[in-house]
């Protein structure tokens, strides 16, 4: 880094940002939110700089997505090149290359020790549907289990599969039938990973193994709140679903592609999915997303049962390419938990130094912090909400999260510059501390 960052030279957001976000009111629908009303004009691996020419530190990475940087140069180079050549075909009309060399890296790297097969699609929504379509063909049973503070996407099927009601589900419904909840092992706030075990178990036994197609699941919780289960839960689900005829769908769509310091996070609980569900960092940006899993359940579809006009487009597969590169770097998983122990070492001192802190938690680049009352567990929304919101001013871009909105979490790019990760922490740190203890001063 030549010069310190956060560098602002406007308030956030800056007058020419306002000026677009005044615009945008009057063209684009209300529906969609925004975490920090800044327009980009320039990103690197660290940093986003905005239209008013202040430089933000980045530990949002566009939800998980540009985890190789929003600037990566291998993914454009490679992505420009095959702008020289042609931007589409449709790979049920004419095919090509780039496809099949993506599938062939998602066969050989994701979790199981079997044959398998990838499809490959635009939208984790769109890779979470398709599981639930190749599973139902695969066993002829309806029903989807889910369980608690999922979030799985924003199509009518994927609301269902999704816990929280507001904002993804109010006014949407009906939701497609068949999708039964079940709990989760939330360290902070179930109740174990037997009694979820116990009662998934139940809930088979009283809707019958046969009305089951699949149980999705997440290996570490994003939107509900980067929960990493009780341990031997994911192992618990894989016995039970195996012993039920149940295949198990692992949603690594935000987890997954090196985030949690392992290629893909069901790793770290020593499990492979039926089937697993990537997206987001796959693409770096470009729209891709993708199913992998055993040979004999991605073939049970009839020919002509999957596709999209868009799934697979060759920019997002050429992307998909450079992130593999990247991804194959032998320093790249190193430095995501050496991210996890910087992380660690800014904000586990929070825990017992401030009483509405109530967990740090997650694995690698994919850490949070949850506000809570310390007697009651009350969740704190307000405070993270106005710690988040300090942040921005600050020129530190952070996201919350969770069922109760009380989580910051932090997803930096898996290249983030190490200074730069320091200052944002430190940034974050004292934002937290000021905030507290001026509550709790005046308590
Ligand atoms: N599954 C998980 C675990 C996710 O985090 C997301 C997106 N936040 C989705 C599915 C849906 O992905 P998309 O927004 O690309 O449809």
């Known amino acids: 880094m030549t010069s310190p960052v956060p560098h602002l030279v406007t308030d ?3 007058p020419r940002s306002r000026q677009l976000h005044a615009e945008r009111e009057r063209a684009v629908a209300r529906g969609f939110g925004a975490a920090l009303p800044v327009f980009v004009s320039h990103a690197t691996a660290s940093t986003l700089e905005d239209v008013d020419g202040n430089i933000l530190i980045d530990l949002a990475s566009g939800i998980a997505v540009t985890s190789v940087g929003a600037a990566n140069p291998r993914v454009r180079e490679r992505v420009s090149a095959q702008l020289d050549r042609f931007t589409h075909t449709c790979f049920m009309v004419t095919e090509y290359e780039s496809f099949v060399r993506v ?12 044959d398998k097969r990838t499809a490959l699609f635009s939208t984790g929504a769109e890779a979470v549907e398709n599981a639930v379509k190749i599973a139902r063909a695969a066993t002829g049973r309806p029903g989807i289990l889910v369980v608690d503070e999922a979030y799985h996407g924003r199509s ?10 507001h904002p993804y589900k109010t006014s949407f419904g009906p939701f497609p039938g068949d999708v039964v909840r079940v709990p989760n092992a939330n360290p902070l706030r179930g109740e174990g990973t037997e009694a979820a075990l116990a009662a998934l178990e139940e809930t088979i036994a009283e809707h019958g193994a046969e009305a089951f197609a699949a149980l999705v699941v997440e290996p ?6 980067f929960v990493v289960p009780d341990a031997g839960f994911l192992a618990g689900l894989r016995r039970i679903t195996a012993e039920n005829g149940i295949l198990l769908v692992v949603d690594e769509i935000q987890a997954g592609l090196g985030r949690t310091g392992r290629l893909f996070a069901s790793e770290h609980e ?26 004999d359940v991605m073939d049970a579809v009839h020919i002509g049962g999957l596709g999209g006009t868009y799934a697979g487009n060759p920019l997002a597969c050429e992307a998909a390419l450079a992130v593999f590169e990247e991804l194959e770097k032998p320093e790249l998983l190193p430095d995501v938990r050496r991210i996890e122990e910087t992380i660690r070492h800014h904000l586990e001192p929070l825990e017992a130094a401030i009483d509405a802190v109530a967990d740090v938690r997650g694995r690698g680049a ?23 919101a300090a942040c921005h001013a600050a020129g530190v871009l952070t996201l919350t999260c969770g069922t109760f909105g009380n989580v910051i979490r932090l997803l930096p790019p898996l290249v983030i510059d190490p200074v730069v990760l320091e200052r944002g922490l430190e940034i974050l740190t004292d934002i937290i501390r000021s905030t507290c203890r001026a509550e709790e001063a005046a308590a």
């Open 270 to 295: 020593g499990i492979a999915g039926d089937l697993t569900l990537t997206a987001k960092a796959l693409g770096a940006g470009l729209p891709l997303s993708a199913v992998t899993g055993r040979a």
């Open 220 to 225: 570490i919780q994003g939107e509900g709140g």
């Open 156 to 165: 009518l099927l994927t609301m269902a599969m999704t816990a929280k009601e």
């Open 12 to 14: 956030i957001p800056g």
């Open 366 to 388: 994919m850490m949070a912090i949850e506000f809570a009352d310390a007697e009651t567990l009350e969740p704190r929304a307000d405070l993270a909400q106005r710690i988040s």
């Open 103 to 114: 599938a062939e890296w998602l066969n050989s790297h994701v979790p199981g020790d079997f």
